[in-house]
């Protein structure tokens, strides 16, 4: 979802499938997160039959993260490597806000997961909470 128009096709769709006054909850990073969390960031696992490092990157100048992912698993007694590149678009509150309002959405709130709702070291998580109204 690299552009606002995507986003709002997706944010459309969820629309369309929910119920009247049905709830619509998620959540998203905000640019605080990516610019804390996202450079140089690496993580990963090993398994007995699985190993996955993920290395993360962000992009001030564009507003998007890269996520590097590198799988190798396990298939009868060969390893296999597989590489794989995610990219994904910083939006700001203000403009997932708007996006929600303009497909119709209504009681739009944002918490920070960190200052909102305490959850420690999440500052740049952000959850959206909206409803679909009753339609006239």
């Keep these: 979802v690299m552009t606002l128009e995507e986003l ?3 944010f459309h769709n969820v629309y369309a499938t929910l119920l009247e006054t ?5 959540n998203v990073y905000l640019e605080e997160e990516y610019q804390s969390g996202w450079n140089g960031g690496m993580s990963g696992n090993v398994k007995d039959d699985l190993a996955w490092a993920v290395q993360q990157s962000y992009n ?3 507003k998007t993260g890269q996520l590097n992912i590198t799988i190798f698993y396990l298939v009868e007694g060969s390893w296999q ?6 990219l994904e678009k910083c939006y700001s509150s203000a403009e997932v806000q708007s996006v929600l309002e303009s497909v119709g959405f209504t009681e739009v709130c944002v918490y920070d997961a960190e200052r909102d709702l305490g959850v420690e070291r999440a500052a740049g998580n952000a959850y959206f909470v909206c409803r679909k109204p009753v339609s006239r």
């Design 8 to 10: 709002a096709g997706v």
């Design 60 to 62: 001030p100048a564009n």
């Design 81 to 86: 490597r597989k590489d794989t590149t995610l």
């Design 22 to 26: 049905g709830w619509f909850l998620f």
